[in-house]
């Protein structure tokens, strides 16, 4: 017993000396889907935001795996947020990556059958669709620069965020996140 209790004594000295620095905290939040009530509430679950959209997440990464757009009553709201907050979250050292999902692909294929039609139609149908353009649209333009995959976390700890799935075969012909990205 008393074997026992001197090594736990050196244990408990020594262990702030092995102890390795911890990771950065990292979130995931995935289907927002233009609700900007369940958006605020899961980012601050994350412990990235306060009450009023503001970063509070410091050096933490918050990876939102895609579809920020359709089904809800503000898509367009949601990005513009996501957005700012992107760069508040890289001024403080931390960083939120928004990854993209089937539903932004298809508003910049010009699909609007998800769009919520209240928001579609306030917005109008060829606006919306102009807007979304990858070429030519302001924020067709910007969502194109947002990866499909991504990897973060170190050590044991590193991990593949993506929407949905990604295929074996489709990994294997594209050899790199950069090219299934540029691909994408």
Not at 73 to 100: F, K, T, V, Y
Not at 163 to 177: C, D, I, K
Request: hydrophobic share 45%; glycine share 12%; proline share 3%.
């Amino acid at each position: 017993m008393r074997r026992r209790s001197l090594w736990c004594l050196a244990c408990l000295l020594l262990l702030p000396a092995l102890c390795i620095e911890a990771p950065p905290k990292l979130c995931a939040v995935g289907d927002l889907h233009g609700d900007m009530d369940h958006a605020l509430e899961a980012l601050q679950l994350c412990g990235a935001v306060d009450g009023s959209w503001k970063w509070t997440g410091g050096t933490m990464t918050v990876v939102q795996t895609g579809d920020v757009l359709d089904r809800g009553h503000a898509s367009l709201p949601l990005l513009q947020a996501l957005w700012a907050l992107r760069d508040e979250a890289a001024a403080a050292g931390g960083e939120l990556l928004l990854l993209l999902g089937n539903h932004e692909l298809l508003n910049l294929q010009g699909a609007t059958y998800y769009v919520d039609k209240h928001e579609l139609h306030a917005y109008g149908k060829a606006a919306w669709k102009k807007a979304m353009d990858p070429n030519s649209g302001e924020l067709g333009q910007r969502l194109v620069t947002h990866p499909g995959a991504a990897v973060r976390g170190s050590g044991a700890c590193r991990t593949l965020f993506l929407h949905a799935g990604l295929r074996h075969g489709t990994a294997a012909a594209h050899g790199s996140l950069d090219q299934l990205n540029a691909q994408l």
